[in-house]
């Protein structure tokens, strides 16, 4: 296994896109992973391939329609609209789509020679999906490591940080513009800002004034 080898996690999204340059910054060699779902938007996956390219970075994008035909949800199917109900996960949520793109990368990075994984996923803002809980990844990773006789090391870069706190990581990895007009977070597949109006880019949109906000603030 190679130290300086990582494998990301890649959506095209706000936080996936932040952790890829994160790992560019971290290690020597990168790949790129993306899982195609059939999301909602292909426009994602055509985002998550100008990123890569345009940074330089092997690509694989991998057919997990599987979890589509398996668990029709909001986020797979563009005939249903998103919604939460009181006390109860959206239906955008995929039941254990995290411990099967977890389980893939890590397939890739045994091939790849690569040690490292790294996954944007984050506690702090997580509507609720149990994996993306700390203890979910960390239990994913002792049992990928154990299922594969490896000392693979998943990173989790976003974990405790909030929206506003990724958009000032993102300034810091000199990547700020990049992630605000290249990324596809938005439900209705718009790039960069997004429709400004579905639960994504709410989040996003509440977290840029913010980090927004609190640099005018400092300088
Ligand atoms: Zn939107």
Known sequence: MD???????????QDS????????KQFDEVT????HYNQRHAQEIEAAKNIANEAGIPHYVLDMSLLNQMAPNALTRSNM??????GELPNTFVPGRNLVFLTFAAILAKQ??????????????FSGYPDCRDVFVKSCNVTI??????????HTPLMWINKAETWKFADELGVFDIIREKTLTCYNGIIG????ECPACLLRKRGLEQYLAEKGANT
């Open 32 to 35: 790129a992973v993306t899982f």
């Open 81 to 86: 609209e998103i919604e939460q109900k009181e």
């Open 193 to 196: 800002d997004g429709c400004g």
């Open 145 to 154: 490591n154990l299922a594969m006789e490896e000392d693979f090391v998943i």
């Open 17 to 24: 896109t932040t952790c890829l340059f994160w790992a560019k």
């Open 3 to 13: 130290n300086k080898k990582a494998v990301v996690v890649f959506s095209g999204g």
């Open 112 to 125: 790849l020679g690569a040690k490292h994984i790294v996954t944007g996923v984050c506690e702090t803002d």
